[in-house]
């Protein structure tokens, strides 16, 4: 079992920046890739952002590469997600997510572990 939570949402202006943290505990972390998806109303979850194991590859959706960029530190059990030039089409909400494999979080909304889940709303 991986517990997962997210945090640092928030509302912000456009053109702002927000980091999103996701804390893990449970299971060994650095054995999982790890991702960012989202949520926005009416929409079907999507990927944004997802990182393997070691860090040392990262994938991005289009919508948001070159804003976004995610990280971790296993040391500290987190996932970091940094988000800058934000417009309206960023509001959803943000979940991280655990999985063995990085192509089922880049791929499919069915990773194994979930957080609950984090509001970024993105005024003008």
């Known amino acids: 079992q991986v517990r997962l939570a997210e945090s640092g949402g928030g509302l912000v202006q456009v053109g702002g920046s927000l980091r999103l943290s996701c804390a893990a505990s449970?299971?060994?972390?650095?054995?999982?890739?790890m991702g960012w998806l989202r949520q926005a109303p009416g929409k079907e979850r999507e990927f944004i952002a997802a990182?393997?194991?070691?860090?040392?590859?990262?994938y991005y959706a289009d919508s948001v590469k070159g804003r976004f960029t995610i990280s971790r530190d296993n040391a500290k059990n987190m996932v970091y997600l940094q988000m800058n030039s934000l417009g309206p089409e960023d509001t959803a909400v943000y979940y991280c997510a655990a999985d063995l494999s990085t192509v089922v979080i880049v791929t499919t909304t069915r990773a194994h572990f979930w957080g609950q889940g984090t509001q970024v709303t993105v005024s003008s």
């Open positions: 990182i393997s194991w070691n860090g040392h590859d990262t």
């Open positions: 449970g299971r060994t972390f650095s054995n999982y890739s």
